[in-house]
DNA sequence: ACCCCCGGTTACCGCAACGGAACCGGCGCT
DNA sequence: AGCGCCGGTTCCGTTGCGGTAACCGGGGGT
């Protein structure tokens, strides 16, 4: 097809950017809910559909994800843009505000590559003697 | 009496440094549970006792915050060391691996002074006419 | 005999987050 | 007529974090 709305598509996302080892669940921190931080590095390219989220974030329920959009909605991070078209069509973007988060979701990444070992050892550690 | 035991002593915590209006309960972050965060920065300048972290986290019960302390515990954030004194005196100190995590805080209360109001015009947008 | 000190523990409970499964509406295709 | 696509919503159940209130142990003070 690739028509006018292929025009500044990002590339399809990877199902397994959020791999079940992916740090992600084990880390010490936290933005927003449980699946916000996912939602901002899934939109960090550009804007995507409802369902586009859905492939990488796999394990997340459809009310779920749409909680969590309209939460972030609600404190300004994505917009919300619906198009009418059939079948429906719905983007979600970062708004400048959201994108001032993906440096902190950076500085956490970084922080799990450097040190997420040893607290994982730590905990390992105390659960199989203490 | 400046004993002993007060030599490496840091500075009293100030009982209002998690002031009802700090950011840090509206804050989009969390560094492991509610409260340790804040524990981190209580115990940044040095040891602290159970009883003097229960100064400045009022809003903590003993019940939380030995939870708290020993989730971070387990996980080699801090160290609990007990001495054997009468009444009994306990000190937690932060472990380096707990100490790499306060550039993470600083950037996170980076983030809310220059953000937060952001985020919650927004919300209050949201909330008042939606 | 009583209470205070400190650093907790125990039992109980409420609420919000999270999750599963099913359903919906409107249109187009066959 | 029936099915599928998309972007959800609704109902219901579970889990677990966090909070409340009460209690504990052991020495020392009065």
């Known amino acids: 097809m690739t028509d006018a709305t292929d025009r500044d598509r990002p590339a399809p996302l990877d199902p397994d950017m959020f791999h079940p080892l992916c740090p992600s669940s084990a880390m010490p921190f936290r933005v927003g809910d449980k699946w916000s931080g996912m ?5 960090q390219d550009g ?3 409802f369902g586009e ?3 990488p974030l796999k394990a997340v329920t459809p009310k779920v994800l749409s909680e969590t959009l309209r939460a ?3 404190d300004g991070l994505v917009t919300r843009t619906a198009y009418d078209e059939n079948p429906p069509r719905v983007e979600y973007t970062l708004t400048s505000l959201g994108r001032t988060l993906i440096p902190l979701l950076d500085a956490a ?4 590559e450097t040190h997420l070992p040893a607290l994982l050892a730590a905990r390992g550690a105390a659960g ?3």
């Not at 939602?39 to 939109?43: D, F, K, P, S, T």
């Not at 990444?109 to 799990?112: F, G, L």
């Open 53 to 55: 989220l859905r492939v």
């Open 47 to 49: 804007p995507r559909r």
């Open 39 to 43: 939602v901002i590095r899934c939109l």
């Open 109 to 112: 990444r970084a922080w799990s």
């Open 72 to 74: 972030m909605e609600r």
């Open 128 to 130: 199989s003697l203490d």
